[in-house]
């Protein structure tokens, strides 16, 4: 719910920006901000109407916010390589409960984790786990095609 509230905070300052009201764009950027840590657009208007307003101090630190952002994302996607190439081991040797062990240290509001720990919960013959996993992927990304698939052949286990 925040991440829909920061767009339209994002959206509002994008608007007052385009009308040259600054620091009510900065205003709403920073609410956007607060909101959503990682909304990259917010951290750029900030920095940007900042810039006009001649802060430049702040408008760098703000602009090299985004910077930051993106390191840590990219030590995050390494992080999780890594982990995921563990899995696959461990998985590969049939070792399913080490495996789900593993996929327990994944961020657990990630679509794609709960895809993964459902299969292998499915593959170790946990049913209801794999069934909870699949339904969450699902309710995450209503358009997901393969967790509605998945799901409901686990649900066929069940019965």
């Given at each position: 719910?925040?991440?829909?509230?920061?767009?339209?905070?994002?959206?509002?300052?994008?608007?007052?920006?385009?009308?040259?009201?600054?620091?009510?764009?900065?205003?709403l950027?920073?609410?956007a901000?607060?909101l959503?840590?990682?909304?990259?657009?917010?951290?750029r208007?900030?920095?940007?109407?900042?810039?006009?307003?001649g802060?430049?101090?702040?408008?760098?630190?703000?602009?090299?916010?985004?910077?930051?952002?993106?390191?840590?994302?990219?030590?995050?996607?390494?992080?999780?390589a890594?982990?995921?190439?563990?899995?696959?081991?461990?998985?590969?040797r049939?070792?399913?409960?080490?495996?789900?062990?593993?996929?327990?240290?994944?961020e657990?509001?990630?679509?794609?984790?709960?895809?993964?720990?459902?299969?292998?919960?499915?593959?170790a013959?946990?049913f209801?786990?794999?069934?909870v996993?699949?339904?969450?992927?699902?309710?995450?990304d209503?358009?997901?095609?393969?967790?509605?698939?998945?799901?409901?052949?686990?649900?066929?286990?069940?019965?």
């Open positions: 719910m925040n991440h829909d509230l920061a767009v339209y905070y994002y959206r509002l300052a994008l608007c007052n920006a385009a009308q040259h009201n600054l620091s009510k764009a900065v205003m950027a920073r609410r901000r607060q959503d840590a990682d909304n990259e657009k917010a951290r208007l900030l920095g940007l109407c900042l810039y006009e307003l802060e430049f101090g702040q408008a760098a630190s703000a602009l090299e916010s985004i910077q930051e952002l993106y390191e840590s994302a990219h030590a995050e996607h390494a992080r999780t890594e982990l995921l190439s563990q899995v696959r081991q461990l998985a590969k049939k070792k399913w409960r080490k495996a789900e062990a593993s996929l327990r240290k994944f657990p509001q990630n679509v794609r984790t709960l895809l993964i720990r459902g299969c292998v919960s499915a593959a013959k946990d209801k786990p794999a069934a996993f699949f339904a969450r992927a699902l309710e995450k209503k358009g997901s095609a393969i967790a509605g698939v998945y799901l409901g052949e686990v649900y066929e286990k069940l019965l």
